[in-house]
């Protein structure tokens, strides 16, 4: 690729039930000022409201706090469910949020992803993903344009609206769609001219569809006159890392189960074989591409494996979760930051080639320096001796009188 990496987190979060969901968030808080303070660059937050494992009901509300204690960190909502929303609603806080984090703001898009949330209210699952792209185009339109908009559909109306703010980022801040393995998500991106945020990437079925996603999109924008640029398609995936496999290995003993279990019964989307037994999910896990559990080197191959499938994209972003206890959650994040993210950032050739043309010429490098301080000594004595030998050069004798 021409272009650097940039890198962040997708946090839906995933928090086992059972414990105290306050202090669950404030890690989730906590996380994303560590992740600001490492060099990370973006952070987007998810949007449910049923089977208590992801318990952020409010993205916007989250990240107008996370945007009061992080500095750098981009955040986005990953990602608003449109049919939950009425469209006006939700384009004017998205526009007050960008103002309130001063442009760090980004809007993520999807239909919803837990099937027990349109239940409650009312919403017909295999209507959610006409109802994304009916609420997308009018929230554009409200963003876009300056003309009052109106719509009408089965279930929003809009009447002559529009938005009292525009938006502090100039043109407007970022849109990005989510996709798993269906071609809506792409087929959405290319139509509007939007980013992609491919959610189930190194799922086996996600990660076949890769490329075949970005074709959809190209195809999509050639068709309504758009353009797309993969610099704004994310790839999201988990890893947990430490400095050797084993010990990556024995860290996510925690709560590795618990996270596979919940994929299995609740979101049913079965990731790894029916048992319990940490080292066999881990072995799964691995062999299957979906996740990495061990070293640098491991992550390293995992990265560039999704750039030779896709052919090419922005953002890898972790799929957040509490695989291993707070401490080596933490030193994970800070371990790809510190080996992984440099190498493809472009950051690391310029130090090494630096070091290496030091170290050739060092020879001659250590030669003239030796020689000049060969000549600092040799003119400081030369020095000394001229004065010794000329007292008309020292320094002035004490002219005052005895007391």
């Known amino acids: 690729m021409d272009w650097p990496l940039s890198f962040g987190i997708f946090l839906a979060p995933f928090h086992p039930v059972g414990q105290n969901p306050t202090l669950a968030l404030e890690r989730d ?4 000022v560590r992740l600001d303070e490492l060099g990370y660059d973006e952070a987007w937050i998810g949007e449910h409201h049923s089977a208590g494992y992801e318990i952020i009901a409010s993205p916007e509300v989250f990240i107008s706090a996370a945007s009061q204690r992080t500095r750098h960190l981009r955040l986005g909502t990953g990602v608003s469910s449109l049919p939950y929303h009425h469209p006006l609603i939700l384009a004017d806080r998205m526009v007050l949020l960008d103002h309130l984090t001063r442009g760090r703001t980004m809007f993520g898009v999807g239909p919803g992803a837990l099937p027990s949330d349109a239940f409650m209210m009312g919403i017909e699952v295999e209507r959610q993903r006409e109802m994304m792209e009916e609420s997308l185009e009018a929230i554009l339109a409200l963003l876009r344009g300056n003309e009052p908009v109106n719509r009408r559909t089965d279930w929003f109306t809009l009447n002559d609206a529009r938005l009292q703010m525009r938006p502090y980022t100039h043109p407007g801040f970022e849109v990005a769609v989510a996709a798993q393995v269906s071609p809506s998500g792409p087929r959405a991106a290319g139509r509007f001219g939007l980013g992609l945020l491919s959610i189930g990437a190194t799922s086996q079925g996600g990660f076949d569809v890769l490329g075949s996603h970005w074709t959809v999109m190209e195809e999509r924008a050639a068709q309504f006159g758009t353009s797309v ?3 704004r398609w994310r790839l999201v995936g988990p890893m947990h890392l430490a400095e050797t496999e084993e010990q990556a290995r024995e860290e996510v003993a925690f709560g590795l189960a618990d996270w596979v279990d919940y994929f299995r019964r609740v979101a049913a989307l079965p990731l790894a074989p029916e048992t319990d037994d940490s080292s066999e999910l881990v072995d799964a896990l ?18 560039q494996r999704l750039i030779d499938q896709s052919g ?9 979760h509490e695989w291993a206890r707070r401490e080596p959650t933490l030193r994970s994040y800070e371990l790809f930051a510190r080996e992984v993210m440099p190498l493809f950032q472009g950051s690391t050739p310029s ?43 020292t320094e002035p004798a004490d002219t005052q009188p005895a007391q």
């Open 286 to 303: 691995n062999a299957s591409g979906f996740a990495v559990i061990g070293t640098p080197d491991m992550a390293i191959a995992q990265i």
């Open 351 to 393: 130090l090494v080639g630096s070091r290496d043309w030091a170290a050739a010429n060092r020879p001659s490098f250590i030669g003239a320096a030796g020689a000049a301080i060969m000549k600092a000594i040799q003119d400081h004595h030369a020095e000394k001796a001229t004065r010794a030998g000329n007292p008309a050069t």
């Open 312 to 320: 090419g994209f922005g953002t890898y972003l972790f799929m957040a």
């Open 29 to 32: 808080m906590e996380l994303l």
């Open 229 to 231: 640029d993969r610099r």
